[in-house]
């Protein structure tokens, strides 16, 4: 492919992507949010995800507070939203446990609900399974 | 996680086998930090398994009591133990027929283990 057959199209979404950042800042705040979010979710991803939502909150401040090169209007929806994608970022951040808690946790078709360990119930279990062999596996999430 | 897809295969290949599989999640690696997803839990998706959350790390530490030598970050985990009929976790966390780690790795010989446990 010619330098200019790829550089074109690179241009034009890379002028896309300044046009919005200009008049729509609070773009940037919606994907730190869902970037956050799906570090949820994917937990092996997730300090990879933080890094640009953390990124993407600065660019969103600075666009807010300190850009001069725009002359779209500091509206309150913007500012609101800043804030709420700034809370939610760290809520997911600092209180995963608590969030990721929120989320439902389905185990396979045929399988129990996921039980969080209590050593008696689990020997319990354990024990009363054994008119058959059994297979443990201690495993991390990630 | 490639070890409980590998567990997952074993049990295919013995889908019709009387076993009771008891699956515990614990954090161990920094990324451990909730509860495991639908998605993860999915890894393990054989009916006849029993999934557990394990955020303190109790199992793990119940076993380390019958260690004479402690596991390496003091944590048992990636690790997959076979446990014959009739045995029963009294006073102390049974010692397996078959035990081997990282999962991934002793999966064949977990395969391999299986139909002398299951031989009537």
Known sequence: MKRGTLTAPLAA?????????????????????????????????????????????????ARTYLGKECRARRTRTGVVLLWTATAV?????VLP??????????????QPPLATLSLPEFQKQFNDAAG???????LSPT | MRGASAI???LEQHASAPLSVFVV????????????????????????????????????AKIIETRADPPPGGVVWDV????????????????????????????EDLRKSLPAVLAP
């Open chain 1, 97 to 110: 446990r608590w969030v990721g808690a929120l989320l439902p946790r389905y185990t396979p078709a045929g």
């Open chain 2, 8 to 10: 997952q295969s074993v």
């Open chain 2, 25 to 60: 999640w614990e954090p161990v690696l920094p990324t451990d930090w909730i509860t495991p997803t639908s998605g993860v839990l999915a890894r393990i998706r054989d009916p006849r398994a029993v999934q557990f959350w394990d955020p303190d790390r109790r199992l793990s």
């Open chain 1, 132 to 138: 058959r062999a059994r297979i443990v596996t201690l």
């Open chain 1, 13 to 61: 979404l890379a002028s896309v992507a300044a046009a919005l950042s200009c008049c729509l800042p609070f773009g940037y705040l919606l994907a730190a949010a869902g970037l956050a979010g799906a570090g949820s979710l994917l937990e092996a991803g997730r300090p990879y995800l933080y890094v640009p939502s953390g990124l993407l909150l600065v660019v969103g401040f």
């Open chain 2, 80 to 107: 997959v133990a076979v446990f014959p009929k009739g045995t029963r976790w009294e006073n102390a966390f049974p010692s397996p027929v078959f035990q081997g780690y990282p999962v991934i790795n002793a999966a």
């Open chain 1, 89 to 93: 970022v760290l809520a997911l951040l």
